[in-house]
């Protein structure tokens, strides 16, 4: 497992997290659960339609099934926070199986805001599919007053605070696969 700190340990890349053949199966068995266009802002617009975020989203429930990816995933998480951020974190949400195709995106972004979303403090972003399998759909994260290009390697985790700006750059070519999960503090950031 490799660990790369950038831009003041603001963002870290936790490498070979997951392997290929287990991000198969997330992929495989979290394509079972019921999916739900992934719009924002007006998540009833057609699929293509919204402009802020078009994509498929499925809920991956924390069971039997999927506890063993909450664990891996908390546990790094837990271990860069404690390193780097000293957040108080209390619980995780459902995470979102997050799947894009040819046009599909989601412009900047960041992963806080009012009522639920209030207490997000973690974003843990997992990409899930070969880099070979798509073109386009870069996820970016604003630093440094420029977009800096995250990790294209499936099973490596990317781990950034919920209040730094992001996107996802449209599909081109393929399907784009990643794990979504966000961990929250009982107090928002002030």
């Known amino acids: ?26 992929v495989e068995t979290g394509q079972r659960m019921e999916a739900v266009a992934g719009g924002v802002n007006d998540p009833k617009a057609a699929a293509g339609q919204n402009p802020v975020r078009d994509a498929v989203v499925r809920g991956l429930p924390w069971n039997a099934d999927y506890g063993w990816i909450y664990e891996r995933l908390l546990h790094h998480a837990a271990a860069y926070n404690q390193k780097s951020l000293g957040f108080e974190l209390e619980g995780a949400e459902t995470a979102q199986l997050l799947s894009y195709g040819p046009g599909q995106h989601y412009d900047w972004h960041v992963d806080i805001g009012t009522s639920d979303l209030a207490s997000r403090k973690l974003s843990l972003l997992l990409p899930l599919s070969d880099p070979a399998d798509y073109d386009g759909g870069e996820l970016e994260l604003f630093f440094s007053d420029r977009p800096t290009p995250a990790t294209r390697n499936r099973g490596s985790l990317i781990v950034f605070p919920s209040f730094v700006l992001h996107r996802v750059r449209a599909i081109s070519r393929g399907r784009r696969f990643s794990l979504a999960l966000w961990l929250r503090g009982a107090q928002r950031f002030r």
């Not at 497992?1 to 997330?26: K, Q, S, Y």
Request: proline letters at 4%; glycine letters at 8%.
């Open 1 to 26: 497992m490799a660990v790369a700190f950038d831009d003041f340990a603001l963002m870290a890349t936790i490498g070979d997290v997951f392997t290929p053949g287990e991000c198969d199966r997330i």
